[in-house]
Nanobody, 126 residues
């Protein structure tokens, strides 16, 4: 099993940047397809970005493409989400997730991920 702990959230202004981290313990993140999801206030949780276990596939939601970058540091056993040009609509609780057996076509699906962190709040407001 893998345990996930997010950090790096906060209150920023529109146009600012933030980097979220997801520290994994208990197992190497190289074994897992890992993803970021977010849940805006009053809305359902939605897919943000995913990094396939073998590193061959990276996916982004259309709403963040070109502004967010997902990356993985195997030595630190940590997943990152670099968020640039933040907008008020990016305000949400951001969750890190992982799964060891997810297939390519299911990488955007919340229900396919077995392991989740507790979330970190990102608020974008002037």
């Amino acid at each position: 099993q893998v345990q996930l702990t997010e950090s790096g959230g906060g209150l920023v202004q529109p146009g600012d940047s933030l980097r979220l981290s997801c520290a994994a313990s208990g197992s190497s993140i190289r074994r897992y397809t890992m993803a970021w999801f977010r849940q805006p206030p009053g809305k359902m949780r939605e897919f943000v970005a995913a990094f396939r276990a073998n590193g061959a596939t990276i996916l982004y939601a259309d709403s963040v493409k070109g502004r967010f970058t997902i990356s993985r540091d195997n030595a630190k056993n940590t997943l990152y989400l670099q968020m640039d040009s933040l907008k008020p609509e990016d305000t949400a609780t951001y969750y890190c997730s992982a799964d060891s057996s997810i297939i390519l076509s299911s990488m955007r699906m919340e229900s396919q991920y077995d392991y989740w962190g507790q979330g970190t709040q990102v608020t974008v407001s002037s």
